[in-house]
Antibody, heavy 121, light 108 residues
Framework: EVQLVESGGGLVQPGGSLRLSCAASGFTFSSYWMSWVRQAPGKGLEWVANIKQDGSEKYYVDSVKGRFTISRDNAKNSLYLQMNSLRAEDTAVYYC??????????????WGQGTLVTVSS | AIRITQSPSSLSASTGDRVTITCRASQGISSYLAWYQQKPGKAPKLLIYAASTLQSGVPSRFSGSGSGTDFTLTISCLQSEDFATYYCQQYYSYPFLTFGGGTKVEIK
């Protein structure tokens, strides 16, 4: 059974940093593109970042470019999101998500339960 | 960036009703569109991809149609468990992805 379990969320002050983790199991992690998707309270879904199977390609939504870094450790079956210079508008539930297919087409068949990041003083 | 406009933002319906939700893309995206269902406090669930392909295990009362810029999700006979928020998502510009704003389906 595919499982994605996020951790690392919490309360952080504006300008602060936080590192999210996603522990994957039940599939060959190194074979899949992985993503982070977020959802601000009461709002819709927003794609945040993608990373290729070997970590050689990374893509970001414009609003987080230069502040967030997606990475992965295939030996540990883990996905990460390093978030720096956090702003109030980054407050959201952050989901780890996996493509439905190995080919990396861009729609998500599997999601974690999410971890809440709150940016507030 | 490709923008997705979803309508309506909310609707009220009764069990047994036929419900239609629309997404319009700011440019042609062929059939590179997915639909998700999300219930409060839960992660989204994939319903449909490639505009009309039903994900395994999804009831056949859900269907999708469209190509190019205009797409539709239809629930043919609304059940109690279908009251939720629905999102469309384009993946034509993969790896850059965008979601529609969502449609909340509420009980009338």
């Amino acid at each position: 059974e595919v499982q994605l379990v996020e951790s690392g969320g919490g309360l952080v002050q504006p300008g602060g940093s936080l590192r999210l983790s996603c522990a994957a199991s039940g599939f060959t992690f190194s074979s899949y593109w992985m993503s982070w998707v977020r959802q601000a309270p009461g709002k819709g879904l927003e794609w945040v970042a993608n990373i290729k199977q070997d970590g050689s390609e990374k893509y970001y939504v414009d609003s987080v470019k230069g502040r967030f870094t997606i990475s992965r450790d295939n030996a540990k079956n883990s996905l990460y999101l390093q978030m720096n210079s956090l702003r109030a508008e980054d407050t959201a539930v952050y989901y780890c998500a996996r493509d439905l297919a190995v080919a990396g087409i861009g729609f998500y068949g599997y999601w974690g339960q999410g971890t809440l990041v709150t940016v507030s003083s | 960036a490709i923008r997705i406009t979803q309508s309506p933002s909310s609707l009220s319906a009764s069990t047994g009703d036929r419900v239609t939700i629309t997404c319009r893309a700011s440019q042609g995206i062929s059939s590179y569109l997915a639909w998700y269902q999300q219930k409060p406090g839960k992660a989204p669930k994939l319903l449909i991809y490639a505009a009309s392909t039903l994900q395994s295990g999804v009831p056949s009362r859900f269907s999708g149609s469209g190509s190019g810029t205009d797409f539709t999700l239809t629930i043919s006979c609304l059940q109690s468990e279908d009251f939720a928020t629905y999102y469309c998502q384009q993946y034509y510009s993969y790896p850059f992805l965008t979601f529609g704003g969502g449609t909340k389906v509420e009980i009338k």
